[in-house]
């Protein structure tokens, strides 16, 4: 697993809408939570 | 991504994007070392990271366990304070102040008009007018569509009548994507 103090890996991916969101676009922005799901429609 | 977009959608919308780490299959989550390849499936796990890019948090409850919503709300906040200092302001959100959104009774999309107004946190600044049980409502909104359709959304000039369109001007106008 990634550790606390690592750069982390950019990436690009399309949302629920087909919009391709990047990592990048929030730097020097916001902070960012990635949710990360073994499958659809299990618990939080 | 359907799938994904359907779910959305019978939210009502949701206010964060749904990103779908398939083409190839768990990639970003392999660069992120919680790809479980011997089992096929992404760990369910939470990283948090900060506008410069720094990792700040990372944890996993296992593929059957389950996250505790209120400690991440924490871990955010504690994020937040600590590395939120030097950051830029974020441009505010246009906002949807004066929006009014018109609605009937058993209309299911209408209740996903509503939906995407509640679970956007719109209440305060989007009105909600009921054909059903107010008779000047339907005056109003005969008169700004042509004809006794809802849901309508009004919103300065422009009236949007399909909820699909509703729910991704309202998400639009909330999160600035």
Sequence with gaps: MIQVGDRAPDFTLADHLGRQVSLAQFRGKQHVMLLFYPLDFTPT | ?177
């Design chain 2, 1 to 177: 991504m359907h799938c994904h977009a359907n779910w959305a959608a019978g939210m009502g919308g949701i206010s964060f994007p749904l990103l779908a780490d398939f083409h190839p299959k768990g990639a970003v989550a392999s660069s992120y070392g919680l790809y479980l390849a011997e089992k096929g499936i992404t760990d369910r796990a939470t990283v948090i990271i900060d506008a410069d890019g720094v990792v700040r948090h990372a944890s996993s409850v296992t593929p059957a366990g389950s996250r505790d919503i209120a400690a991440l709300a924490g871990l955010c906040e504690e994020v937040a304070r600590a590395h939120g200092g030097a950051l830029p302001a974020v441009p505010a959100p246009v906002g949807v102040t004066g929006a009014t959104l018109f609605v009937k009774n058993g209309c299911g999309f209408s209740r996903t008009a509503l939906l995407a107004r509640t679970n956007l946190h719109l209440e305060q600044s989007v009105q909600v007018k009921n054909i059903s049980e107010d008779p000047a409502a339907l005056t109003e909104v005969t008169k700004l569509t042509g004809k006794e359709q809802v849901p309508a959304l009004a919103l300065g000039e422009s009236v949007q009548l399909e909820s699909a369109e509703i729910v991704k001007t309202l998400v639009s106008r909330v999160t600035g994507w």
